[in-house]
């Protein structure tokens, strides 16, 4: 089918490559034209502006909208909502926070605006050759967007998930899980890392990654980053979010679910942002005024 | 080769039929004659006792253990000890500490014996059909013994790790590593089940385990529990643990490394072993004192 | 002075005792008449009305308003906001979430009435007895209601912290704060009780109540309760929790602080209302897919 | 009466101002004599040895040991067995490791030496001017020790807690305890810190210290440790620890109970110790690896 892809940053990009491989036929645009020429050059349609995109679809159009989560999503959103009509379909298939996805399905369904939160996971790899989807929004408008799930994903790598917000609830959750269990593999190899014996580190993620009950992608791809610098001696321990582990831990605190791996997951990654900490600084000055233990003096 | 195997559980059982389908000749022994002889029945040999197991192999003999953890380690090894003799050699594939590892693996070099700790992951069908295998002793030894592991193990599924302990120690800190990465998994589908969305958890499970970051075996095993039971109403959510997850954070005590994660996967199944707890009594009545706050009596 | 007292729960009793003792008039009201004759008895002005109460007041009128957090603390606040006048002050001692604080002082700001946001600690024994508050709005407003606070606290417990907000997101953090120091004390219980030593839990919280690094008035508390339940045998671990620490973490996301202790004392709270996990389920059963480890049945 | 004491550190030499203050003689000891030359100058009698300490004591001998918990313990134990007789009493007042206090006593009392473990809190000003202490013995021999404590402690600071190891595991729980605390109250004042408003961290603990829930020793100390530095910025947040809370954790995983609040406060403190994080590089590579996520590098 003919679709609109708006936004070819990482995913965008590389779901337009994945779209083509799949002879579908794709009219893509971003505020940066470079990656707009270069997808010209292997089969896109470049679109010079979003209204050059619409008008290039026809009834009902079909647009996937791949841009950072947040106002930037409704900016695209209103803009495309004035150049759309009833029955057309936008797919928003970034990270965004399911209650916006909710709100914005309410707001464009008041135009007949068909809205679908497509939860997307399985990194650039995966929306190249094959990822993960979870779909939610209108159940009967899904058949019609059902093939592009379908050529997209890997074989049962995709899921109408529920009503508006399901597809984006479960992407957050499934994030949530991820940080867990990065931050599990971060903490075993920090333990080898630390212990008497002398482990090569890539090997054990390698004999991990082949028969044991933790292999898994995120095992390769511990492998992977070994193979590339064992001891990662070249980047610092700074852990980053985007948000999903966030909402995750806010939708447990919400609905009264204790969930302390996925908080301390999260936790830990704003602590490795510090170089120093408050709470450390009182522990530290309580310690020397009750017992008069030395403190480390700042430099 | 010939091989002699010491305990017929679910693992060694297992263990047992992939080395017979394997080509190699087992001569097996339980303290439970059955499983003995249904292995004979499918070409094993079947030995009375340790004493006939050990007669049936030639020089350097090779006897694997597969008995639990603990004590009965022990006495298996110390029966072994006067049996075997310098140059033949014992792999205990268990769950063993490490440093009980390291003691055996002393105790029996002392006789000349070299002791290998095997750690053995992949759970039953991985010992049946191909498992994954971290083992820790005598480098130059090891060459008589990687036969066995190479058609024991699924490709690149064995590593030899160093010396004795290193084993048993890179299966300890796996399985820490798994208790982080299941309380994970069970912490997003509990923020699942109490969301406001309706989500089937076996097509969750299984979308996730088809292209998604969180892909693992874990994740389909998920897929295979809530298969059968699709909200898990059969079972209670009593988490038994076996020794290695406490042992991991055991040893991340000792070097002083952060692993919270690990560490609250264990407290949480400690959690899940009590109907209630003394804390929460202590919390409530505080509650109860300060602000007047109602207490929920016992019946 | 002359104040009004729009609420006669616990606290808002045990304030007016309070301010009574110290030689104020007090004009009280509550939607239950019955606390409103009692004070009455004991030197109080019941009000049949907030109008009455309001009317009963000379300006610039203080009306102090100590009913349960959220919707209902609006509704007497619009309410107010009718009856009162430019320069009249309205102090919300409840546990009010601090933003629903700004945003009412904006509110009310605007008719040119005055709001407080006044923490209060320390209990039903602080409200009639001495108390901790803090206090957020207009600094120079403050000086009005200033002998209030100062009859009201113990000597050094009372503090302005600030503009609009300040005084309910102070408690807020002090509750997060008493979160962690009630769990920390419940833990440290539940290992003396579980120890193969056998404590006396009351002589033991009395003998940390003097002279020890940890006491303090929780320690107290645990001792009274204690003593009149020895083993706490006759309530639940049950811990209810009424917003504020949740709140501290939501804080702490939202300005990516690692508070773990504050936010594990919390999700143990959420623990101790469930008698079984679904996160448990789901470790239990795959526990039992990859090692064919028991599961404890449901009845 | 009179006593021996032995090692006249930061706690050993307040101890003694304490019992010259309340009429006691004590003969004291230290391997740096420089302490024990300024007691002398206090009425203390400096011996030049542990020998000439034991000479000047009458039986039944008291000696008092207040050393570093470890082998210096088991050293001076030694000597002071071969010395000591029959009904002399050593009470170590250290934080010594409870299974070894119990070990201590067995080996001591074959010689019918008896032994106690006194758990002391309070810091040094608690040392000097009050303390508290819970003692694990012999019952019988407390009463010839326990005129000591009464003088010693605070009103109601101390308590003959049962067999020996019982004083020495109150201790560690309390300290358990202790760090929870601490890390809660760290925690708030970081969340503060960080906060939109600006807050006079003294003048909160202040007013924290003065009649609210969570008025405590330690609130009070932190009161005094931002009067020195108001946003500690000449100390750096490093948490040492001396073993108490690792050994309460320990006991905890024994035990089986799960102390969420208090192993993360030691974890916490592990993670204070380091610059970066070994897990916190295996999180970012592993981000990078799927997504393509920056990652920030080594100098």
Known sequence: MKIGMIGLGKMGYNLVLNLLENQHEVVVNDVNPEPGRELAGKGAIAAESVAELVGQLAKPRVVWVMV?????????????????????????????QYK????????????????????????MSGAQNGGCFMIGGDKDAFATIEPLFRDLAVENGYLYTGPSGSGHYLKMVHNGIEYGMMQAIGEGFEVL?????????????????????????LMELTQNAFSKDPNLDEIRGVMQSSGEGKWT???????EVSTPVIALSLLMRYRSLENDTFHGKVVAALRNEFGGHAVVKED
């Open 249 to 255: 831990v806010q939708e447990a605190l919400d609905l």
């Open 68 to 96: 950072p989560a947040g106002p930037i999503v409704d900016g695209v959103l209103e803009g495309l909502s004035e150049l759309l009509e009833e029955g057309d379909i936008i797919i928003d298939g970034g990270n965004s």
């Open 193 to 217: 890392e630390k212990s008497a014996f002398d482990y090569d580190h890539e090997a054990v993620a390698r004999v991990w990654s082949n028969g044991s009950v933790i292999r898994s992608w």
């Open 100 to 123: 916006d996805s909710i709100r914005r399905s309410e707001t464009l369904g008041r135009k007949g605006i068909l809205f679908f939160d497509a939860g997307t996971s399985g990194g």
